[in-house]
């Protein structure tokens, strides 16, 4: 079943005990008179008023923001803070219209919290909303909660434990989404994925008594634009097969579907705001896990492309399923493919907790990604696809393994791996997330949990790649 959010009533001309006002210059707080009760965060500083006749102030600071995408991550700061001071009813000042969406959508995003599974859940005091611009607030909302809605059911994917949300649970959830929406869905099942000769999934879903799937997700509203194929994976539990996990809390296990929910969600958010696209998803999901049956070491798994890879580590196993949604995008006649996954730990080495790493040697995936980080915020950064590397990946057994024999490296060498099974002539891009799937406090726009990473991204990429198209910009090779 799907999720429901939480959600404000927008008023345009709301009568509230509560004003806030957006300043660039916060010396204005020297023109409030009642500091009796002042509480300050970051730059948010509340005012309690102190009898009926009078009104609770907030002050926000907006000094320093360059970015469009910085105003959705101050909404969020700001939401939470209503939350914590429970303000139910309040009216905002000094937003400029073109950043009051991004505002909106920040206040979405950092108030629906993570803690279903709580008894005592976080306070979700603020209900009632309005502005002082002089737009249609309640449509614009309405647009702007269809788009924020990709993101939120992401993290929600994300975020389900695995006896909760198992892949054909997945499947289900995927099917239910997209059922009022002009979105064909098509699910392969085991005897399905076998007869298409699916053998890296089928290879990886062994240790599991769920039978993995393969969901493909068509948005084809204009079929003259070149075919783009995002490609996601979706390991609802990694326990790492064989080359079993150690640590003290392993829950995290859960969340290497990161790349999976992205894909989903950017399929929803286009979709749901009826851009003109084409596009596929291909999500392929399964669990990681151990029995009689389960992949070993050693295994060797031969692919429709003729390809062999030996099995040297189980727990690279999500490189070994993304091969078979990479072979199929090229079936299906992708001209462009970007993958996106929770791929290597090395990631987050490299580049830490701020940005995803890519990979491509196409120049207009370069661009297009690099572009849409910088209007989204979802930041990446580009790393380079050594050749030198690339032959770390042979086997004596097989035509390469599934891991490297460096030492180091393991995101550049885990691309390397991905780029055999694709064909030259096509446009490829490979965008590990494994360090960007979930934040331990809230921040900005993200609340604890799932950050849904990846959505805005991508649909932003699809955006701009058709636009470019459209005027003649992009070369497909």
């Known amino acids: 079943m799907l999720k429901s959010f939480r959600t404000f009533n927008v008023e345009e001309n709301l009568s509230s005990d509560t004003v806030a006002y957006l300043c660039e210059d916060l010396s204005y707080q020297n023109q409030v008179l009642y500091t009796e009760e002042q509480t300050q965060y970051k730059t948010i500083t509340f005012y309690k008023k102190r009898s009926l006749n009078e009104q609770n102030v907030v002050l926000i600071g907006i000094k320093g923001i360059q970015h469009e995408y910085e105003y959705r991550q101050l909404g969020g700061e700001v939401g939470r803070f209503l939350d914590q001071q429970e303000i139910e009813r309040v009216t905002f000042n000094g937003l400029k219209d073109e950043v009051l969406p991004h505002f909106l959508e920040g206040l979405i995003l950092g108030t629906n919290y993570q803690d279903d599974y709580k008894k005592e859940r976080k306070s979700a005091a603020l209900k009632t909303i309005s502005f002082d611009n002089q737009l249609d607030l309640k449509s614009l909302y309405q647009d702007v909660l269809n788009k924020t809605k990709a993101t939120l059911l992401a993290r929600h994917i994300s975020n389900e434990p695995l006896n909760q949300f198992n892949a054909a649970q997945y499947a289900d959830f995927i099917t239910e989404a997209f059922q009022d929406l002009k979105v064909d869905v098509e699910v392969m099942n085991k005897a399905d994925l076998i007869s298409r000769e699916f053998n890296g999934i089928l290879a990886v879903s062994k240790g599991s008594h769920i039978e993995p799937r393969v969901i493909t997700l068509k948005y084809q509203t204009n079929q003259e634009l070149p ?29 290497d579907m990161g790349g999976s929910a992205a894909v989903f969600g950017v399929i929803y958010e286009l979709a749901i705001q009826q851009k003109e696209a084409n596009v596929i998803g291909i999500i392929l999901t399964t669990e990681n896990l151990i029995n009689s049956e389960a992949m070993v070491p050693g295994d060797i798994i031969k692919y429709r492309n003729g390809l062999t890879v030996q099995v040297v580590n189980t727990d690279a196993e999500g490189r070994l399923l993304l091969a078979d949604g990479l072979l199929y995008a090229q079936e299906l006649g992708a001209k462009s493919i970007i993958d996106i996954a929770t791929l290597t730990g090395s990631i987050g080495g490299a580049l830490g907790q701020e940005m995803a ?64 099974f694709v064909d030259d002539k096509i446009s490829w891009a490979h965008v590990d997330i494994a360090a ?18 990846g959505v805005k991204l991508l649909a932003k990429t699809i955006e701009q790649m058709n636009l470019n198209h459209e005027y003649g910009i992009i070369e497909v090779r």
């Open 436 to 453: 960007m799937t979930d934040v331990h406090a809230d921040r900005g726009d993200y609340v604890t949990g799932m950050t849904g990473y």
């Open 227 to 255: 075919l783009t194929a995002l490609v996601g994976k979706g390991i609802t539990f990694d326990m790492g097969g064989y080359n079993i996990k150690s640590g003290r809390d392993l829950s995290g296990s859960r969340v």
């Open 357 to 420: 790493g890519f990979f491509t040697d196409d120049e207009s995936l370069r661009k297009e990604l690099k572009e849409s980080a910088h209007v989204t915020g979802e930041k990446v950064w580009e790393l380079p696809l050594i050749k030198e590397y690339d032959s770390s990946l042979n086997s004596h057994y097989a035509d390469l393994s599934n891991l490297s024999s460096l030492s180091y490296a393991g995101h550049i060498t885990a691309a390397l791996f991905l780029k055999r």
